[in-house]
């Protein structure tokens, strides 16, 4: 019977842990994407390339464009 138990909790972990990491690479890209849109619509679609390869930058523009809250 604990082993059933013990079966059961560790499935739903991992599904919970499976949609958590969905919905955080889903959140992610959605916040790069709306980067991207407010910098070309600023004409800054070049610093939107170089926050691509520089993940310093892509905090910074984030917090500027209060897509993030400065830490």
């Known amino acids: 019977m604990d082993a059933a138990l ?3 909790v560790a499935e739903g972990e991992a599904r919970g842990e499976a949609r958590g990491e969905a919905r955080g690479e889903a959140r992610g890209e959605d916040k790069v994407n709306r980067l ?4 070309s619509e600023s004409g800054r679609t070049n ?3 170089r926050s691509l390869s520089d993940k310093g930058l892509q905090k910074k523009l984030f917090v500027e464009f209060g897509l993030e809250k400065a830490k």
Do not use: M, S
Not at 36 to 39: D, E, F, M, V, Y
């Open 47 to 49: 610093d939107f390339l």
């Open 36 to 39: 991207g849109i407010l910098l």
């Open 6 to 8: 013990d079966y059961i």
